[in-house]
């Protein structure tokens, strides 16, 4: 087994603006994302070879992107797996170029979410049935059970669970003032989020991203016809997808105060990059922050922190942009929102912004070594992706 | 709360020696099509037995008492549930509305060991427009007290008393225990003062003090209220009314012990919420608009609920014959030793369970708010994902112990969609 370490190359990202765009639709996203990386890696859309799309709900068919960008009947696959689509669509962008199928492939992945009430539609497939008896409820009451079960396993008061997510809440809305395509570019304090209204007990209004529309793309081609391209292009370094069948549902062994999936992408990527220590071979991160919680149950689900030392480590600074590994440098799914498929080439985007020198303001010092991470579906039955990049 | 009703009175019984189901209400949530048979399923009844749905009458709940009886003396059945429920609503602000109540009671007939013996019944009935609802109708509607009172109840249930005594020759005397439906709470004291019972020492208190008039199940609810008081040797005279009135001379024999594990009315009672904020008892009723998210409709797939009713309506997990593991819903291979096509149904609706875990959506427009979700554990193995509800806020925590109780999840298209939820488990 050959794994994917080394073998493919991003030479050219493009990101839009993040927020509420009731201006535009998602052909237009398609558009502002591909051409900003069309211009970054110095190609024309007829370079293109082959194409991938990640949507949940903006569109069903990868001949969106070709109507959008004007592409002529070239392949184009249409990805989803739910949140995360976004890491998925690039990686099998990356697994064609490094079939030797294509040279230059897309991958691009765009939601318009604003166009549902909310931002987030109800009308999901719900894990096992369709007769329409289990609970129908928005994502944050999944991670309200994970937030509960870790309280409940490590004997954390309210208080203290709570004023933990906060601080994580405040690092990334510190990160996000630094990033101008973020939806929301403002500071908040440990209080606000502290007393903010709850949404599902005991996640509060701060502890819940945003909902946004948004679109990211990426350039994607094999390491030799990278180098005669660009010098900074960006090397995949590992690609993992784990797929959960819903254990925790149905086995008594799942506690709720983890998520496995993310453990065992984790576990695969390591292997894949060649990792043995992540918390000292790891420079940025960038994760699934849709909640306060599910970002510190990845702090220990990826190894950063040991088992239930992730509120130590927060309360150390360890994940903050001066800290020992920044995490969510960009401001995360906090400040950037969640447009579902988007979101994932949206923090390989800042990774490879970060991994070039490229990201202003939040550039962290040393950022060698840089990991994506996206969570998606219901409490014990989750998908996960972690994608590894690298300069050299 | 038929189920519920049906639930308690099979505690202990083998649900398989269940010969049939009858269904008594005036307020199913169907006008075509069968509400004994979701009763049968979720009181998880054999599939080979005879349910029919008794309607349009106060008096349905003894009328399918009377066809059980039947169906047993016949030999048709040997063992016959009635389950009668009622939710019927007066006018808001009415008197009507002031008196009635929700609630429901099932008795098992059988033929050998029972606890109370039938010896006999007495049947009239009595055309006459005092209490109706017609087809379209949301409320009850009544003529004038006295004259339904006069022409309606008294008349038809002193003659069912007195032909009852006439054909079995007994007296007042005879009878430890008068158990008489009523509209109020004094009309059931009038009728017995008028056929010579004591209202002091024989008469059952009607409960309007604690509960009101719940319709078709207010006989069998005195009924079981007057025999969780009853003692071996005991005669009971029973009497409903409804366009009419079935009368029963009923004895209470030794084997009455052997039914006191039941929660009844009294352990019910004992569990009673009481509802302060009259919207939210408006809302419930459906009679206050709601606030609703405007999005895409979903639907509800009459294939799919087909599909999964074991699961949805009789709470059938399985357990995998190989390795033993409960899942629910059921699968088609183990989650533990991924064993294809292997398992035996297991009932999960009648086991405790402790919280694992939970939520309170305080934002989703709901009736009651928060919307509490729970991840639960099975005693004996088992999980699951459900709604909770009947629960105090401050209460939900890691380890709280909860049962399942019946409900309604949706109602779509006309269509009303039953499930489980979790309830803290009742004292």
């Known amino acids: 087994m050959q794994g994917i370490k080394d073998r493919v190359a991003i030479v050219g990202m493009g990101c839009t603006k993040f927020g509420e765009l009731w201006d535009k639709n998602f052909k237009d996203l398609m558009v502002d994302a591909c051409y900003e990386a069309f211009e970054d890696a110095g190609i024309e859309p007829k370079d293109i070879q082959a194409a991938w799309y990640g949507s949940r709900e903006s569109g069903f068919t990868g001949s969106h992107l070709a109507n959008a960008l004007k592409l002529e009947y070239i392949p184009i696959t249409r990805v989803e797996n739910f949140c995360a689509g976004g890491t998925d669509t690039f990686r099998n962008a990356c697994y064609g170029v490094a079939a030797g199928i294509c040279d230059i492939a897309l991958a691009c992945g765009v939601e318009k979410c604003k166009d549902h009430f909310g931002g987030f539609t109800m009308d999901i497939t719900d894990p096992f049935d369709r007769s329409m008896v289990e609970w129908e409820l928005p994502p944050v009451s999944q991670f309200a059970q994970l937030a509960n079960g870790y309280f409940n396993r490590y004997g954390l008061s309210y208080e203290q669970g709570k004023k933990t997510l906060a601080k994580i809440a405040v690092k990334n809305h510190h990160n996000g003032t630094m990033s101008p395509k973020a939806h929301f570019q403002r500071e908040i304090t440990l209080e606000q989020a502290i007393n903010a209204p709850m949404i599902s007990y005991p996640l509060g209004l701060f502890d819940a991203c945003g909902m946004s529309d948004g679109g990211a793309a990426a350039i994607i081609t094999t390491p030799e016809i990278a180098k005669s391209m660009r010098k900074d292009y960006v090397l995949v370094k590992a690609l993992a997808l784990a797929n959960g069948g819903g254990q925790g549902k149905l086995r008594s062994d799942y506690d709720f105060s983890y998520i496995p999936e993310t453990e065992e992408a984790g576990k695969l990527a390591y292997k894949e990059a060649g990792i043995k220590k992540p918390r000292q071979e790891i420079d940025i991160a960038v994760v699934h922050d849709c909640f306060t919680i599910a970002e510190l149950l990845i702090y220990e689900d990826l190894g950063f922190s040991p088992r239930g030392k992730g509120p130590e480590d927060v309360e150390a600074g360890t994940f903050e942009l001066t800290g020992e590994l920044p995490v969510n440098t960009d401001g995360g799914l906090k400040c950037f929102g969640h447009p579902l498929s988007a979101s994932g080439l949206r923090m390989i985007y800042e990774v490879y912004k970060q991994l070039q020198g490229k990201a202003g303001p939040r550039q962290v010092k040393k950022a060698d070594i840089g990991l994506v991470h996206n969570v998606g579906g219901v409490c014990g039955y989750f998908n996960c992706a972690v994608a590894i990049f690298g300069r050299t | ?427």
């Open chain 2, 1 to 427: 709360m038929a189920v519920a009703a049906a639930n308690d009175c099979l505690n202990g019984i083998d649900r398989g020696t269940v010969d049939g189901l009858y269904f008594a209400t005036t307020t199913s949530p169907y006008k075509e099509k069968l509400g004994a048979t979701i009763v049968a399923m979720a009181a998880d009844l054999r599939q080979d037995i005879i349910t029919a749905d008794f309607a349009h009458s106060l008096k349905a709940g003894t009328s399918a008492l009377r066809a059980a009886i039947d169906a047993v003396k016949a030999g048709s059945a040997k063992k016959v549930m009635v389950a009668a429920a009622d939710c019927r609503l007066g006018i808001p602000g009415s008197a009507l509305e002031q008196n009635f109540a929700d609630g429901a009671g099932a008795l098992l007939i059988g033929d050998k060991d029972v606890a109370v013996t039938v010896e006999a019944s007495y049947s009239v009935y009595n055309e006459i427009l005092d209490v109706w609802r017609a087809d379209g109708d949301t409320f009850v509607r009544s003529w004038e007290d006295r004259f339904s009172s006069t022409h309606g109840y008294l008349d038809s249930v002193s003659e069912a008393v007195s032909g009852l005594m006439r054909k079995t020759n007994l007296s007042p005397k005879d009878f430890a225990k008068v158990v008489f439906y009523s509209p109020d709470a004094r009309r059931y004291v009038e009728l017995a003062r008028q056929l010579g019972f004591d209202d002091k020492t024989q008469l059952q208190d009607a409960l309007f003090a604690v509960l009101g008039n719940t319709g078709t199940a207010f006989p069998l609810m005195l009924l079981i209220a007057a025999l969780e008081e009853a003692k071996a040797g005991d005669r009971i005279l029973l009497a409903s009314y409804g366009n009419g009135s079935d009368a029963f001379v009923l004895k209470v024999t030794e084997q009455v012990e052997k039914i006191r594990n039941r929660r009844g009315v009294k352990g019910h009672l004992a569990s009673k919420k009481v509802i302060t904020d009259y919207r939210k008892y408006l809302i419930w009723r459906g009679l206050l608009p709601q606030e609703t998210i405007p999005g895409p409709i979903r639907f509800l797939s009459a294939p799919a609920v087909w599909r999964e009713r074991e699961a949805n309506l009789r709470l059938h997990g399985v357990k995998c014959q190989v390795c033993g593991t409960i899942q629910f819903p059921p699968q088609r291979v183990c989650t533990k030793c991924h064993t294809k096509d292997q398992f035996e149904p297991y009932r999960l609706s009648d086991k405790k369970a402790k919280i694992l875990t939970f939520a309170m959506d305080y934002v989703t427009p709901a009736p009651e708010s928060p919307i509490v979700t729970t991840t639960i554990d099975f005693e004996g193995g088992g999980r699951m994902e459900c709604y909770m509800t009947d629960l105090e806020v401050g209460q939900v925590k890691p380890g709280l112990p909860v049962e399942m109780s019946f409900r309604k999840i949706i109602v779509k298209d006309g269509a009303h969609n039953y499930f489980w939820k979790s309830i803290p488990i009742r004292t």
